[in-house]
């Protein structure tokens, strides 16, 4: 559910009034970030990291385009619910396959890059616990 507010400017903004619309949006704007840094950063970040360029645009790929895919899906809520429902389980399994690229070295990692994606894999771990509240909340 959104709600409209007008700015005594006159400007106006949709606010998320639903939990999991707040959630996806949050999880929008962490991935957007994310993807954005690894796409424009990708050449300077492959050797401090230890990932290679392409997987480094890959991935910024993906997490830009599912940034975007996320904020629309919490604009179409409760419509696309069902869909919504999804997202807690599917980010699990990025916690997982993170988790799993450092156990078997699918990079060849630097302190640093073990760092981040271990990082980044709590980060989604917070994300999938706020969603599930969400989805808990609205069953």
Known sequence: MTATTTHPSGTRAVIDTDPMARALTLDAIVSGAAGVA????SGLLAEPLGISTPWLI??????????????LLATRLPRLWGIARLIPPGNAGWVLASLAAVALRAWELTGLGTA???????IVAVLVVVQARAVRAAA
């Open 38 to 41: 690894l796409l424009a950063g």
């Open 58 to 71: 890959g991935l910024g790929a993906f997490m830009a385009l599912y940034a975007v895919d996320l904020r």
């Open 116 to 122: 981040v994606v271990l990082g980044q894999a709590a």
